[in-house]
């Protein structure tokens, strides 16, 4: 990973850190349900395609990110 996008991940973690836990599971439902109508537009499926495909896919895409670093 570059060290822009290091520090922007490291930022917005940050910034996560400091909501309050309501807060934070509105963000990460908001998150989630961004990447999955991404997913949905990318691939031309629906969103609950797209969430069957990201859960199928998780410790893949997981594996292919940690080579990165």
């Not at 922007?8 to 910034?15: G, H, N, T, V, Y």
């Not at 629906?46 to 895409?61: F, H, K, P, W």
Request: some cysteine; charged content about 35%.
């Amino acid at each position: 990973m570059n060290g822009i996008m290091k520090k922007e991940w490291q930022d917005m973690i940050k910034a996560f850190l400091q909501l309050t836990p309501e807060q934070r599971v509105e963000e990460s439902q908001k998150r989630l349900d961004q990447s999955l109508e991404r997913l949905s537009t990318i691939h031309n499926i629906s969103v609950g395609d797209a969430y069957e495909m990201l859960i199928t896919n998780r410790d893949r895409i997981y594996r292919q990110f940690c080579r990165r670093e």
